[in-house]
C-alpha cells in the first residue's frame, strides 16, 4: 500500500501501516522477557529471528511515529545491566544494516527531510497531529460546559471542522490521527484526565513493581512498563485506542500490571530468581 510517496508500505492485518507498527513496538519490549525466560539456545535464536522480523517489518511500515515508538520501547532497558546488552545488540544490527544496505540508511534521512520541508506532503502529515490538537482546543473553548465535559462521543465527523490549505482550497477535517485531540472534543478535559489517569497508573505501578520484582519478574515489569509507553505515545500518533485491537491489547497488559503481586512467582518480591542469559 502506498501513499504521500513512501512507496509500499505493510500493515499486515491491520486497517492502516501505523497500526501495525505500533503493534509490533507494543511487542518488543514483550519478546525481550520471552528471551530471558528461554530455556534452550534454540529458543533464544528464534526469538532474537523474532526481534529482527519486528524491526524489519516496522521498517517496511514506513511510519515514522511507530519507528519512534520502537525506541521508546527499548529504552527503559538501557537502565537495566541483564537487559542493557539487549539494546546494543540491536543498536549494533541497526548500524550494521545502514552500513550494509546504504538504502535503508537513504530512507531515513529522506524520511526526515521531507518531515521537515515545509513544502513537502509528509511535513504537512507531521503538522496535522498538532493542528487537530488546536482544532479540539478551540472547539471546546467556545463554551465552559464544553470545555468540562465536550460534545460527546463519536462526534468529531458531526462538527463540520474544516482546514484552509496552503492553496486556499476548504477541506473537511474527518480523520481524527491522534486520541488525545479526539478524546479532548469528544469528552473535554475532565474526561481526557480521566482517561489517562487510567491509562498512566498501571504504567506507574509496572515500573515501581520493576524496582521491587527480581530476577525475570523485574524484566517482566519492565516489559509491560515500555509496552504501556509505546500506547500512550501512540496516541499522539493516531487513533490508536479508538481502533480497538491495541486498545483491548492494552487493558490486558494494565490488568496484568496491576495484579502483578497477586500472581507473581516470586511471593511479594522475596527471593532472587536466576535471570537465564
Known sequence: RGDLGRGIRTHSTYPVAQLFGAALSMALPLTFYLIVIAKTSMQKTLLWLVVMLMAWNNFKTGSRGPWLAM??????????????????????????????????????????????????????????????????????????????????LNSWLHMGFEEVWENGSIHAVVSVDNDVAGYLEAVGYVGVFI?????????????????????????????????????????????????????YWVFVLMALAMTYPNWARTEPFLQEAPIHH
Open 71 to 152: 525506541a521508546l520501547a527499548v529504552f527503559p532497558f538501557l537502565f537495566f545491566r541483564p537487559t542493557r546488552k539487549f539494546v546494543l545488540i540491536i543498536a549494533l544490527l541497526a548500524v550494521s544494516v545502514c552500513i550494509i544496505r546504504p538504502g535503508v540508511r537513504d530512507t531515513l534521512k529522506n524520511q526526515y527531510q521531507t518531515t521537515m520541508d515545509p513544502e513537502s506532503a509528509e511535513h504537512g502529515s507531521y503538522e496535522d497531529r498538532s493542528k487537530l490538537m488546536r482544532i479540539a482546543y478551540d472547539a471546546v473553548s467556545k463554551d465552559p460546559g464544553r470545555m468540562l465535559w465536550g460534545y460527546g
Open 195 to 247: 482517561l489517562f489517569l487510567l491509562l498512566l497508573k498501571p504504567a506507574v505501578v509496572a515500573l515501581r513493581n520493576s524496582g521491587k520484582a527480581r530476577g525475570p519478574d523485574k524484566i517482566l515489569c519492565l516489559s509491560l512498563f515500555a509496552s504501556m509507553c509505546v500506547f500512550l505515545f501512540m496516541t499522539t500518533n493516531i487513533a490508536i485506542y479508538d481502533w480497538g485491537q491495541q486498545g
